[in-house]
């Protein structure tokens, strides 16, 4: 069964610090889908990476950087001199052909970001 | 540019009421969702539909029904609510052309139950 792990409930860094989040997931299919999500406290959910399984390539958007080991089934996700409106619950998801390609959202990391 | 739009925003209701929620798509999408969201649960699959027409159970179907009946359009029902059902409940939205192509969101629904 497919599973998706984000073991930090909660991190507060301060402001300027990097920060990683970690994302652990288990699934039996060989194509699936990884995704993260931000979520600020305005509530609403805001689309930020999607990766392949095929693709291991680490990327790079701005302070954002994302790193895809399928050998530790792990896809965690940096960010580099944090600021006050990094301040999110962040969502990492991952979606299978085998589940009809629907997600499974792991139960999110609350960064506080603390000027 | 709406994208995904849920009505209403908030409600609150009594034990045994009913209520729907609407949700709009205007990206001509073919797979639509709706999630409930609890704390420290992350968002939990609810119903699911892959066309006009069609509708599936997800994770946490009891007590919920659906249903398309338009393509932009998916409608959560609950028929007698109850405590447990309060949740801040969101819809998305994904095209069907491709695989793995990301969900969009609407802004969420916050329903409390008496």
């Known amino acids: 069964a497919q599973k998706v792990t984000q073991a930090q409930t909660e991190i507060s860094v301060v402001e300027k610090e990097d920060v990683t989040l970690d994302c652990v997931y288990e699934?039996?299919?060989?194509?699936?889908?990884l995704f993260w999500y931000k979520q600020p406290p305005s509530g609403e959910l805001v689309f930020l990476i999607r990766?392949?399984?095929?693709?291991?390539q680490n990327e790079i958007s701005g302070r954002y950087s994302w790193n895809f080991q399928k050998s530790t089934s792990s896809f965690n996700f940096t960010i580099t001199a944090s600021q006050v409106v990094d301040s999110a619950v962040y969502f990492c998801?991952?979606?299978?052909?085998?589940?009809?390609?629907?997600?499974?959202f792991g139960p999110g990391t609350r960064l506080s970001v603390l000027p | 540019n709406a994208g995904v739009t849920q009505t209403p925003k908030f409600r609150v209701l009594k034990t045994g009421q009913s209520m729907t929620l609407l949700c709009a798509q205007d990206?001509?999408?073919?797979?639509m969702y709706w999630y409930r969201q609890d704390p420290g649960m992350g968002l939990r699959l609810i119903h699911y539909?892959?066309?006009?027409?069609?509708?599936a159970k997800g994770e946490v179907p009891d007590g919920y029904n659906v249903s398309r009946l338009k393509k932009q359009n998916f409608l959560l029902g609950l028929e007698s609510a109850a405590p447990s059902q309060t949740s801040v409940y969101f819809c998305?939205?994904?095209?069907?052309?491709?695989?793995?192509?990301?969900?969009?969101f609407g802004d969420g629904t916050r329903l409390s139950i008496l």
């Open positions: 998305a939205s994904r095209t069907g052309t491709g695989r793995g192509q990301p969900q969009h």
């Open positions: 699934t039996r299919d060989t194509t699936y889908y």
């Open positions: 990766r392949n399984s095929f693709d291991e």
């Open positions: 998801a991952l979606s299978e052909d085998s589940y009809g390609q629907n997600f499974v």
């Open positions: 990206m001509n999408h073919e797979y």
């Open positions: 539909s892959v066309g006009e027409g069609t509708t």
